[in-house]
């Protein structure tokens, strides 16, 4: 074959070559997703179950984390893998919180420190999962400067998402609580945020199950929006909607100024 022909040969054959080994590569990767799934699916149908409100007896949340300890948590930074992890590690650690089985205990909060740490290092620009992180933090090793590191980048990474700042009051409010008062201008900004722009009702719901040890700082964020008409007029929707929360049994709602 001549130099010329050579050439021609090459210049035909190596698009197509190109295009086979790209095509390979694509089936490959295809395969690896699929197989994934497979894996993946029936941990996250059983996580959003959950997530949505239905009941798994105890040992069955264990025997699912143990799974997902086992099948999910491979090194990969599949979201969806590591949300569903870090859902049912949690989950089963709450299951057994109060379990004499201290064993047990040690190894939940291992497995679901670990499934967080994963979540948090693929994703550290997620505030709920910082916030998650921190819980698994809280219940192994109780006030520590991790702990509040982890607090305060779920802070940075999710300031204004009403969700997360719902759960995150509920827990932070508990750190207070516990003489944890690092966190407490933090925890001011969020409750400010959640009565002034939140559902009606979240915020209630909140402001109605605050302990004495916050329910200043929501006194001070609900006094200040006496403020202008729309201010005013949110004010008095929230102070019935407090009442409502708080029930026939509860102490008063605050009295609008």
């Avoid at 202008?228 to 929707?237: A, E, K, L, M, T």
């Amino acid at each position: 074959m001549t130099r010329e022909g050579l050439k021609e040969f090459v210049s035909i054959l190596l698009p197509r070559l190109l295009v086979a080994v790209m095509g390979l590569a694509f089936i490959g990767w295809s395969a690896i997703a699929i197989l994934r799934d497979l894996r993946v699916d029936p941990y996250a149908r059983a996580a959003a179950r959950i997530e949505g409100g239905e009941r798994f007896a105890d040992a069955t949340l264990v025997r699912l984390a143990q799974g997902a300890d086992k099948d999910l948590l491979d090194g990969s930074c599949d979201n969806r893998t590591l949300r569903t992890a870090v859902t049912l590690d949690l989950v089963a650690l709450d299951a057994v919180i109060t379990s004499n089985d201290l064993s047990l205990l040690d190894q939940r909060r291992a497995a679901a420190a670990r499934a967080t740490v994963a979540a948090v290092r693929c994703n550290p620009m997620d505030g709920n999962l910082w916030l998650r992180a921190a819980m698994v933090e809280a219940s192994a090793n109780g006030r520590s400067e991790r702990l509040i590191g982890m607090v305060r980048a779920s802070y940075w990474t999710a300031p204004n998402e009403a969700w997360v700042i719902k759960n995150r009051l509920a827990f932070v409010g508990r750190l207070i609580g516990a003489g944890i008062d690092e966190l407490r201008p933090d925890f001011a900004i969020d409750v400010r945020k959640l009565l002034t722009r939140g559902h009606i009702d979240d915020a209630a719901a909140a402001y109605a199950a605050a302990s004495p040890a916050v329910l200043p700082l929501y006194d001070a964020a609900l006094g200040a929006m006496n403020v202008g008409q729309v201010g005013g007029q949110r004010r008095s929707r929230l102070v019935e909607a407090i009442e409502a929360a708080r029930g026939p049994a509860g102490a008063p709602a605050p009295k609008p100024f």
